[in-house]
């Protein structure tokens, strides 16, 4: 079974392009162009020029020896929370902004979450001169508010999303708003493996050098290239994407994926949409979707902002489906004891989504000689206030 995207644009049967007539020419240029573009030579050589100078590349490979004494087994953490902004979201518009940039595009938006992508996609637009516009819920604004600071530090202008829930869902229906509007001169770079095809393949491409560091690192440190597991959190689902890529026709390598169960899967405030979703289409492709059985999108919810969000990409549900990945759930309060608990063993303060990953470890029976691999996709500066607040720092 190939677990990638075929020449329709589909994983299995997920994915394809479903977009408004005024889009056609955008996604329709992005797809004649990106594969060409991107195995350029040239497009090659700034793209790791930059990964290794501007981003930090290679992020560590690091042991956390306390942290397996406790679950008794040899558990790694692939840093990415020591790139440049702080996440793995600056390794895909790192590749965007020069993809626009060869599309002669003037103009960049992007919508954001947690606030991580907007602050790589405003970083690299500073890097290049583009004009900026960040779309971000009127609620992840409030609780994400040092992230908005950088955005508007780099130049972004940050536009407030106020309709639904005021989060991810609804920040990412304002951007294709605005891109509908504005087709010849701008960009829109999607921060997740979502969205109409090429994005979830494109994506998932410039997050894929996460597994592939993680592979020679590991045979560096322990012999092999493969663990026993490789975990990441998901709610697009790009940094677990980039962490399985390497490893999905590796079938002895168990891949797991961490949704957000906010205050349970079945409390109605969750977001754990592989548990809760069925088949449908958001934001330009057919994925697993949490929705009325008359099609109308659920609201979702996690205090994880960048997990809050009502679908998945469709190569994670392609994933699902086949069964090559488990796809599991844990709750906010989960999540935040996990990260406490990886702060005090290792001194790592992990992003509230990265902490929902190392939760689903205490559901998990070890030998004793596994090698577990984790995404340790953010720091978590930007969620000291939710820390603060639930356990009355």
Known sequence: ???????????????????????????EELREKYLVIMSDPKFQEEYQQLLRDYVGRPSPLYFAGRLSKKYGANIFLKREDLNHTGAHKINNTVGQILLAERLGKKRIIAETGAGQHGVATATVCALKGIECVVYMGAVDIERQAPNVARMKMMGAT??????????????????????????????????????????????????????????????????KENPDYVMACVGGGSNAIGMFYHFLNDEDVKLIAVEAAG???????????????????????????????????????????GLDYPGIGPQHAHLHTSKRALYVSVTDDEALNAGLELTRLEGIIPAIESAHAFAYLDKMKFKGDETVVVCLSGRGDKDLANYMNYFGF
């Open 1 to 27: 079974m190939s677990y990638h995207v075929n020449e329709r644009g589909y994983f299995g049967t997920f994915g394809g392009a479903y977009i408004p007539e005024m889009l056609y020419p955008n996604v």
């Open 158 to 223: 940050v536009i407030p999303a106020t309709s639904g829930s005021q989060t991810l869902k609804d920040a990412t229906n304002e951007a294709l708003r605005d891109w509908i509007n504005n087709p010849v001169d701008t960009h829109y770079i999607i921060g997740s493996v979502v969205g109409p095809h090429p994005y979830p393949d494109m994506v998932a491409r410039f997050q894929a050098i996460i597994s592939e560091e993680t592979k020679w690192q590991l045979k560096e440190k322990t012999g």
């Open 263 to 305: 205050k349970g899967v079945d409390s109605g405030e969750s977001a754990a949409t592989t548990y809760l979703g069925t088949e449908g289409v958001l934001h330009g492709s057919r994925s697993i979707v949490m929705q009325t059985p008359d099609g109308q999108v659920i609201e979702p919810y996690s205090i994880s902002a």
